[in-house]
């Protein structure tokens, strides 16, 4: 079972999703790995898709 946590950062933002933190005011629970984010979610802050999150080394 993989348990290392990802991040990724919005291209047009720059807003990093944490999947350890998730987004939990989208209903996006702490742990949730980023291919189980639902296709249709946005960045909240700009409103793009998941297609313009990429994965950054931290």
């Known amino acids: ?3 290392e946590f990802k ?6 933002c720059g807003l ?3 999947e350890a933190l998730g987004w939990p005011d989208d209903g996006i629970e702490p742990g949730t790995k980023w ?3 639902p296709e249709d979610w ?4 700009c409103g793009v898709g998941k297609e313009d999150f990429d994965m950054i080394e931290i």
Do not use: G, Q
């Open 42 to 45: 946005l960045c909240p802050e």
């Open 7 to 12: 991040k990724l950062e919005c291209i047009v």
């Open 35 to 37: 291919e189980d984010v």
């Open 16 to 18: 990093i999703y944490d």
């Open 1 to 3: 079972m993989d348990t």
